[in-house]
């Protein structure tokens, strides 16, 4: 199948930490890959790398077959992304906030019309167009978000943590949403996220990343298979010797410095 990421040697470091080191993988057109690993593994960093919001300290990056470095501008219309904290201006309306998106984006005044209207309904918005941002569910901003993020139509969908702080309902409306756009639309999805549970449902290929290394690629049996579990979660904590729920203080200097705080877990 063709690859529509392409990811070689990839590395970040700030300063002298390393954040990510040397990871390499592929995504193939029209799957739901996920990116898996426990706090400051290094996910986010890789994100935002993909995303040509920061700079590579190494590696290569090809997307849809173009140098990262080289195709900056023409990489970003291939994607759309939609990070954890919420980016929308509240103080507008669904509409609004759609259309300020899309004139961004730089999309035609006269297809732009139709194309956030076909969203908003794709997206069970429609009614609520009208109605400002600030009045929404959790659910709702977040599905208003990944709508607003494929208002140039790309192939390629980042989502980094798209159901964290939503409730239970509410994620499984999402992962519905999102299984739709990938099958009917044939958007390759690249997600990272902390349920076990969602990435065994959702998740055709995952690859997990512990302390900015790769420690497991593959689909969800073959990892099960390889690791000798019979979850996803048991596969996890094999790897990284420890729960990915667990919660670890998220304070960068500690996570910075003190590998400590999880060396004495690790079993490796
Ligand atoms: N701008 C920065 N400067 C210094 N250190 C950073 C910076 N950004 C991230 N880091 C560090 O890099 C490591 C990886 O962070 P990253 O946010 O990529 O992890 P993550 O896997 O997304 O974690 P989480 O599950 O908590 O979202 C962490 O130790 C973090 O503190
Ligand atoms: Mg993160």
């Known amino acids: 199948m063709e690859k529509i990421i392409e990811v070689k040697n990839l590395s970040k470091s700030f300063g002298e930490f ?11 057109k029209g799957e739901v890959f996920s990116l898996l690993g426990p ?18 300290s190494s590696g290569s990056v090809h997307i849809g077959g173009l140098s990262l470095t080289e195709n900056k501008i023409a990489i ?8 954890q904290d919420s980016s929308l201006d509240d103080d507008l309306t669904a509409e609004e906030n759609m259309f300020f998106h899309a004139v961004l984006y730089g999309i035609s005044r006269k297809t732009r019309q139709e194309k956030i209207s076909a969203l908003l309904k794709f997206f069970g ?18 599905r208003l978000e990944i709508a607003r993020a494929l208002s140039h139509d790309p192939p390629l969908l ?4 798209p159901t964290s702080g939503l409730d239970p309902q509410n994620r499984s409306r999402l992962w519905e949403y999102l ?6 639309m044939n958007m390759t999805i690249f997600l990272t996220t902390h349920s076990m549970e969602e990435v065994e449902k959702v998740s055709e290929r995952i690859v997990i990343i512990d302390h900015g290394k790769v420690s ?17 979660e048991e596969a996890f904590l094999t790897l ?3 729960d990915i729920r667990e919660d670890v203080p998220t304070e960068s200097d500690h996570l910075r410095k003190g590998r400590i705080l999880w060396s004495g877990g690790r079993k490796r």
Do not use: Y
């Open 179 to 184: 299984k739709e756009l990938n099958k009917k």
């Open 125 to 142: 918005l429609w009614e609520r167009r009208s109605d400002l941002v600030k009045h929404f569910s959790g659910g709702m901003k977040k």
């Open 240 to 242: 990284t010797g420890r």
């Open 158 to 161: 980042f989502l980094d943590e």
């Open 18 to 28: 390393q954040a990510v080191g040397g990871i390499s993988f592929n995504v193939k």
């Open 39 to 56: 706090n400051g593994a290094g996910k986010t960093t890789t994100i935002k790398m993909l995303t040509t919001l920061i700079e590579p």
């Open 216 to 232: 497991a690629e593959g689909t969800p049996e073959e990892i099960k298979t390889r690791t000798e579990t019979k979850t996803l």
């Open 76 to 83: 970003r219309r291939q994607f759309g992304i939609v990070f």
